[in-house]
T-cell receptor, first 112, second 113 residues
Framework: EAQVTQNPRYLITVTGKKLTVTCSQN?????MSWYRQDPGLGLRQIYY???????DKGDVPEGYKVSRKEKRNFPLILESPSPNQTSLYFC???????????FGPGTRLLVL | GESVGLHLPTLSVQEGDNSIINCAYS??????FIWYKQESGKGPQFIID?????DKRQGQRVTVLLNKTVKHLSLQIAATQPGDSAVYFC????????????FGQGTTLQVKP
């Protein structure tokens, strides 16, 4: 089944404790992206990747890092999480930057 | 700045009726639009898309209409079913070529049995 998977689905952590949210797609898509969804603010792009080893900032990249060492994986790294990073995170992928993006199931993060 | 907005935060319809969800966009250079459905606890699910060289596109029970003159997008759902209850988002590509989608705030569709 063609899909985008994320892990973990739920995470509670404390301020400053580094964490990684993994994202994987099995559709051989070139383009991958991370979004966060917050009430009243909608979905906002954090980082995106046009292809392997090519990443760039979206609208809200502060406090996040990403890497794209392989085509299928696009992990989101929070080096020192803070409470304002409490949010619902979605990974998405598409064949290229001009096509429909397919979203993962989401990761709900709470930073205490 | 650019924004994508939906006219109504909540739409309530009777099961079996047709639903129309509207969206206004402000970036006249956008040339690709997508409708997503998001059910509670799930990620946005692709419904249908349309490029700016078209004004109508049909899928299974859904139709998207694009009016570039007034920068308006709509999603029509035929014979609405309880399973259609969800939040619906329109998104535009903003013509940035970065793949970034600009999302509206969403319309909650409630289907009454």
């Amino acid at each position: 089944e063609a899909q985008v998977t994320q892990n973990p689905r739920y995470l509670i952590t404390v301020t400053g404790k580094k964490l990684t949210v993994t994202c994987s797609q099995n559709m051989n898509h070139e383009y991958m992206s991370w979004y966060r969804q917050d009430p009243g603010l909608g979905l906002r792009q954090i980082y995106y990747s046009m292809n392997v080893e090519v990443t760039d900032k979206g609208d809200v990249p502060e406090g996040y890092k990403v890497s794209r060492k392989e085509k299928r994986n696009f992990p989101l790294i929070l080096e020192s999480p803070s409470p304002n990073q409490t949010s619902l995170y979605f990974c998405a992928s598409s064949a290229d930057s001009r096509g429909a993006q397919y979203f993962g199931p989401g990761t709900r993060l709470l930073v205490l | 700045g650019e924004s994508v907005g939906l006219h109504l935060p909540t739409l309530s319809v009777q099961e079996g009726d047709n639903s129309i969800i509207n969206c206004a966009y402000s970036n006249s250079a956008s040339d690709y639009f997508i409708w997503y459905k998001q059910e509670s606890g799930k990620g946005p699910q692709f419904i249908i898309d349309i490029r700016s060289n078209m004004d109508k596109r049909q899928g299974q029970r859904v139709t998207v209409l694009l009016n570039k003159t007034v920068k308006h997008l709509s999603l029509q759902i035929a014979a609405t079913q309880p399973g259609d209850s969800a939040v619906y988002f329109c998104a535009e590509d903003g013509s940035s070529n970065t793949g970034k989608l600009i999302f509206g705030q969403g319309t909650t569709l409630q289907v009454k049995p």
